[in-house]
């Protein structure tokens, strides 16, 4: 029988271009669908939508049952910048609703679980270039102590009670199609959008910020890949270190220069700089793609090329 997948957060930024993929890849009548609210109308209108508050346990249990559901995609969450503005609400959100379905599986509901971890799991401390997979994790936003935890409870799931639940740790995730909401790396896709409508744009980081970056179509093959893997290759069950292009924010704006030569970057620190300048500067996956294979596809000039050219349609 082929499966039934929920996805949780369904509305957002990876989770609704997931939905997509997840769809042309099962079936429309295969994935559910389900956010808090129906304000993304393009996914309400796409196939089957539910209602679910992440937090609310009846309710995912109740879809699960009546859809007959073997697999959740759980992407709700509340993200690094958001989440130092509201520490107590990102850590209910973000932990309530990975309990929730790590128990729904436990109970033998569910067979596997898609569970998003974060570069926000690394700090200071860590070392930033070439991070390692296993090494220093003492995060300092309440969003990377809740994704440090959860792995820490994945794992524990899966040796305890054999949950099959798997994970990565995204970098920011860039795409045209939908606008991320709460983070830091944010910058890295109003960039693009303000080059096309103002010509210019004013960054919150500065300009030598590096950080781990991913064109949004790597990212969902990383995560259909992982989860398409037999569960023996899947060796680490915390969350796998995802890693495709790093850049700073001048080099990203030297790359929209190269097509839109008038394009002008400001640039006005703020909070999240402090965020930024806590996580680390380049990432090594060798374990992913050791064990399921995994490869990105889009180098930093093919990202800019796609996003400008997409986003001109948009706007025209
Ligand atoms: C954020 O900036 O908070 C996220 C992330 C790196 O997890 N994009």
């Not at 609310?56 to 109740?62: E, L, N, S």
């Not at 009670?161 to 860039?174: A, C, E, F, L, N």
């Not at 790396?185 to 991913?214: C, N, R």
């Not at 290759?233 to 008038?262: C, D, G, M, V």
Request: proline share 5%; with cysteine; hydrophobic share 40%.
């Amino acid at each position: 029988m082929s499966s039934k997948i929920l996805i949780i957060g369904a509305g957002g930024q990876i989770g609704s271009e997931l939905t997509t993929a997840l769809r042309e890849k099962y079936g429309t009548d295969s994935v559910i669908a389900s956010d808090i609210n129906d304000r993304n109308t393009k996914m309400v209108n796409s196939g089957p939508f539910e209602i679910i508050n992440a937090m609310d346990y009846d309710a995912i249990k109740a879809s699960i049952i009546a859809n007959n559901i073997d697999t959740v995609y759980l992407m709700a969450a509340m993200l690094s910048a958001t989440g130092e503005k509201h520490p107590e609400k990102a850590w209910d959100l973000n932990m309530n609703s990975l309990f929730h379905v790590l128990n729904l599986a436990k109970d033998g509901l569910l067979k596997k679980v898609f569970w998003p971890s974060s570069i926000a799991v690394f700090g200071p401390t860590t070392p930033r270039h070439n991070t390692p997979q296993h090494t220093i994790c003492e995060p300092t936003t309440v969003y990377g102590i809740t994704k440090q935890v959860g792995e820490r409870w994945c794992e524990y799931y899966f040796k305890r009670y054999g949950v099959d639940v798997r994970s990565v740790r995204y970098p920011g995730i860039i795409s045209y199609k939908t606008l991320p909401g709460g983070g830091t790396t944010d910058y890295a896709v109003e960039i693009y959008h303000k080059a096309i409508t103002d010509g210019e744009y004013t960054s919150f980081l500065s300009e030598d910020t590096e950080l781990p970056m991913m064109f949004m179509d790597d990212a969902i093959n990383a995560t259909l890949k992982l989860m398409e893997a037999p569960s023996n290759n899947i060796k680490i069950r915390s969350s796998y270190n995802l890693s495709a292009i790093s850049f700073t924010p001048s080099e990203i704006a030297a790359s929209i220069t190269k097509e839109f030569p008038n394009f002008k970057i400001n640039y006005n620190p703020d909070f999240r700089q402090a965020i930024a300048d806590s996580w680390p500067a380049s990432i090594d996956d060798s374990a992913a793609r050791a064990d399921w294979n995994w490869e990105h596809q889009y180098d930093l000039t093919q990202m800019t090329l796609e996003m400008l050219k997409n986003l001109i349609i948009k706007y025209n």
